[in-house]
């Protein structure tokens, strides 16, 4: 199977902005390993930048917009540019996997329950084999009108709901391991 390693919106935003990602503490970290592996097994690296539309965040060019410099400096074939949290929704993702004989995506970046999870039920309802990166994957607190929970929790619930049917929930040392057969 030759899969692909999504790493969507790994951004500023995600470590300077508004909405620093707290959890899990070494998604990071783990985004960047798993860069390195795909790098040196010959897997197709996709990045995914999100551009807001509306509101103050992801402001196409301003600083938290940015790609991190540490996933800029890794190896990758593509840059998409996505308007909402699906990686698939109005952008060329689905004719680059077509065109690299891509059957499986690895999901990898932030947020795990918007951005992560969209796009790993996007691949899954094409048809794609997909793989969800446990601790490559992070988010954060969030609290609003309908209530408060913490990260820790929005991301276990998170990788719960994609082990149901929509992913292998996985994390980045397991899949390492896996692919090294």
Not at 45 to 72: A, E, M, P, R, Y
Not at 95 to 117: A, R
Not at 159 to 176: C, D, H, P, R, T
Request: with cysteine; proline share 1%.
């Amino acid at each position: 199977m030759k899969k692909a390693l999504l790493v969507i919106d790994v951004q500023n935003e995600y470590f300077t902005g508004k909405l620093k990602v707290t959890y899990p503490n070494n998604s990071f970290n783990n985004i960047l390993k798993v860069m390195d592996y795909a790098k040196d097994n010959n897997m197709i690296i996709i990045l995914v930048q999100h551009t807001g539309l509306h509101g103050d965040t992801f402001i196409k060019n301003s600083d938290s917009w940015h790609i991190h410099s540490k996933v800029l400096e890794k190896s990758y074939d593509y840059l998409i540019e996505k308007t909402k949290p699906g990686s698939f929704y109005e952008t060329n993702l689905e004719e680059i996997l077509k065109k690299e004989n891509v059957t499986g995506v690895v999901i990898s970046g932030y947020m795990s329950q918007m951005c992560c999870d969209t796009t790993a039920r996007e691949a899954f309802h094409k048809g794609y084999y997909v793989e969800f990166l446990s601790d490559a994957t992070g988010t954060i607190d969030v609290s609003n009108e309908i209530g408060n929970i913490r990260s820790k929790d929005l991301h276990k619930a998170t990788l719960i709901a994609q082990s149901l049917g929509f992913s292998n929930v996985i994390s980045s040392k397991e899949w390492i391991k896996r692919n090294n057969h």
